[in-house]
């Protein structure tokens, strides 16, 4: 009991709007299945002294997606209370993400009684890494569209751009070796 924890919120007399980051998507470098279609959800502060009713006060989201699919659209949120505090917000419940790249977020709030202004935009780019099937490699160059785990022993997955032994299609070869001992494991995805 000798640990004394505390948060503050800079303290501005009425209200105001902080955006803090988005919460959804979230980019994940091991992520290989990736759906269709996701959600955009974000999380904002209330960083004054006062709640706001969105009633009085509404808040309007906009979002602009650029990349593989451009988005462009706004929500307006007008029923309930935005206390003191932070507040996740989910502004778009099926973003198309069909295609392969990257999507460039911007998202940005407008509230009338909003205080500051300079923090009220985020940005953010999001990689989906969907193969176009049919899925075709001759591994003559390095790619970065498998990614390989060991999971038991030490013999794992090799990628040569120069092998040996010439390839039938391309100048590169993925190969796993054999080994005396049992147990020998990895994993290529």
């Known amino acids: 009991d000798n640990v004394l ?32 279609s996701t959600t955009v959800g974000i999380r904002v502060a209330n960083t004054g002294n006062v709640a706001l009713l969105l009633n009085n006060d509404p808040i309007t989201f906009y979002y602009k997606i ?11 949120l007008t029923k309930g209370i935005f206390a003191v505090g932070t ?23 407008s509230c009338a009684s909003d205080t500051l202004h300079f923090d009220d935009t985020i940005r953010m ?12 490699n001759d591994f003559s160059t390095t790619t970065s569209d498998i990614s390989f785990i060991q999971n038991a022993g030490y013999v794992k997955w090799i990628q040569d751009p120069n092998p040996t032994m010439t390839p039938v299609y391309g100048t590169g070869s993925l190969y796993f070796n054999s080994a005396i001992g049992i147990g020998q494991i990895s994993t290529a995805m």
């Open 5 to 36: 924890t505390q948060k503050t919120y800079a303290d501005f007399k009425g209200k105001n709007l902080s955006m803090q980051f988005i919460i959804s998507p979230v980019n994940n470098p091991y992520e290989v299945c990736f759906p269709e």
């Open 125 to 136: 780019d999001y990689q989906v890494k969907k193969l176009s099937l049919p899925y075709d």
């Open 87 to 109: 507040k996740d917000f989910i502004i778009d419940t099926v973003l198309d993400i069909n295609q392969a790249g990257i999507y460039h977020f911007e998202i940005y709030l």
């Open 66 to 76: 650029n990349g593989p699919i451009n988005v462009q659209d706004s929500i307006v």
